[in-house]
DNA sequence: ACGTGTGAAGTCGTTCACAGCG
DNA sequence: CGCTGTGAACGACTTCACACGT
């Protein structure tokens, strides 16, 4: 079952419906009813056209005259993601980052929930951290197949990244969110994204030389 | 001073930079002394016309018949992001995913040192995280001016967001990374990156739907 | 009149393919 | 001969502009 009909989707349009279902949500809260393509993508420094465009890779969900209804197409993005049921996710690495993920209340209003936490290091194992307790990577396999596991966290160090990957993978992770600083090599089938701070930092320290640069967001 | 000879630089060529540099940075530690542009775009799953074209947007850094030298070229790759100098930098926010951002040892070998701590929680202030006391908002435009900081990091909740911004902006800060998943309004030739890692994880559930997608890194 | 959906036009970024240097 | 640097060809993404529904 695809979501796109037909027409392939170009990648910074899927990057961008996060921006409008985010956007979207906030609406909601504010008790809007109806958005224009105008106004969704006022609050967000786009085109009007590039919000319908965007949109209508993946249907018809607006009414000429009118707007789009903000319930309905929050519903139809989350279940383009597959965010309209809750997803198990595993995160491995309890380092500094591993612990902020741990702790991390933003996972559930967007319908993930962690619900395993692997680390190599034999002192972080029975840990209890975000009341859950640290388990060895011997119970990685075990845990993903029992909790139908598709999407892993991963923040470790860059030495030991290749290897867990190549363990997630083995276990049926689909998608890993990748917090160390190195390209892994995954099979066909398998997604990486990869979060990289320090690169972004540098892609700012770029950003700003030439003393009047234009704005950006 | 600029440093893009004339043509303007593709955004996505930037980003691939900074991948450019840290393979470079591995391949030296190896003790290699040269890559062709061949070699450099395979270990990255790019093409070697990309990698060529992108490093020329900058300048003519590879010696046909030999390719680039290794030293040479990171040193150069610095120089263009700025990050030959160490740059200092602050951090606003000491939840989760600050307090893992105070203590992260990813940020010095890149060129930047975190040199500073707020929060606007006054049970927060004074509080030592990572050899550093949380100092409060009030002092924030005074340490800006007296240290030249020019990027910030900023972890906070959402509501406070676009104020803690305001306020970066207004002390001087030319740079925002952002974790908190709100679109920042700020001034033309101040510049923000978002980082939102629930977004991510969205993206990579979108991707890994249709049984048996294609791979992608 | 307002606002969506969409082919067509335009812009931007990537890949090709080759001239020329080492 | 290997490999860079680069115009030219190609393809991807965005913007335009308007027909049509409300």
Known sequence: MTFSRGHDVPNPAIRRLSLYLR?????AAEGQATVSSRRLAQSLGLTDAQVRKDLTYFGQFGRPGVGYEIKLLIQNLRRIFGTDRVSPTLLVGLGNIGRALATYQGFNPKGFTLVALFDADPRKIGLEIGSMRVR???ELAGVVASEGIRLGLMAVPVSAAQDVADQMVQAGIRGILNFAPVRLGVPPGVVVHN????????????LIRGQAGMGHS
Chains 1, 2 share one sequence.
């Open 23 to 27: 956007q979207l949500e906030l609406l």
């Open 136 to 138: 060895p990577m011997s």
């Open 195 to 206: 979060l990289d701070v320090a690169a972004e930092l540098e892609q700012l320290s770029f």
